[in-house]
């Protein structure tokens, strides 16, 4: 069974940093490639970023690029977003997600989700 | 970018009724377009991929169609179990985009 099981949300003061983590089992992380979406509560859903199965390849929305990084260990079958210099508008649901292949496609499973707050 | 735009961005069908909702590209995007279903405090779901593929698990009744800019999901005979938010998401190249989304209510 695929599990996603994303932590390190929290409030967090603007200009501050967070990292997410996603902790995968269920299937062969190193073959697939992941991705991060939010969405604030009540509204819409946002791609943040993806990356590919080896990590060689990211990708950011614009909204984010220059402040967030995607990363993965594929040794420890995990996923991160470091999020920098954060926004009000940063504040959502932050949810990890697996991707049906190995370069940026649909996602055909996701975690719970973890809530970021940016607030002073 | 590559914008998705939804209609409508809700409906109200009745039990047994086939819903239509629409997504159209700002470009073409080939048939790298999904769907996804949200039930209200749930995590989004993955219903069709490459326009027209039905994910496992998925019933019959949801079906998708189009290619280029203009795509169709369609849910033949809504359920009760059929209300969520559904979401259309290009996937042809970075940075991926979600169409705004479609609330489906039932009558």
């Known amino acids: 069974e695929v599990q996603l099981l994303e932590s390190g949300g929290g409030l967090v003061q603007p200009g501050g940093s967070l990292r997410l983590s996603c902790a995968a089992s269920g299937f062969s992380f190193n073959s697939y490639a992941m991705s991060w979406v939010r969405q604030v509560p009540g509204r819409g859903l946002e791609w943040v970023s993806g990356?590919?199965?080896?990590?060689?390849?990211?990708f950011y929305a614009d909204s984010v690029k220059g402040r967030f990084t995607i990363s993965r260990d594929n040794s420890k079958n995990t996923l991160y977003l470091q999020m920098n210099s954060l926004r009000a508008e940063d504040t959502a649901v932050y949810y990890c997600?697996?991707?049906?292949?190995?370069?940026?496609?649909?996602?055909?499973?996701w975690g719970q989700g973890t809530l970021v707050t940016v607030s002073s | 970018d590559i914008q998705m735009t939804q209609s409508p961005s809700s409906l109200s069908a009745s039990v047994g009724d086939r819903v239509t909702i629409t997504c159209r590209a700002s470009?073409?995007?080939?048939?790298?377009l999904a769907w996804y279903q949200q039930k209200p405090g749930k995590v989004p779901e993955l219903l069709i991929y490459?326009?027209?593929t039905l994910q496992s698990g998925v019933p019959s009744r949801f079906s998708g169609s189009g290619s280029g800019t203009d795509f169709t999901l369609t849910i033949n005979s809504l359920q009760p179990e059929d209300v969520a938010t559904y979401y259309c998401?290009?996937?042809?190249?970075?940075?991926?985009?979600f169409g705004q989304g479609t609330k489906v209510e039932v009558k």
């Open positions: 990356i590919s199965d080896s990590g060689g390849r990211a």
């Open positions: 997600a697996k991707d049906r292949r190995a370069y940026s496609s649909s996602s055909d499973y």
């Open positions: 470009q073409g995007i080939s048939n790298y």
């Open positions: 490459a326009a027209y």
């Open positions: 998401q290009r996937y042809n190249s970075a940075p991926q985009t």
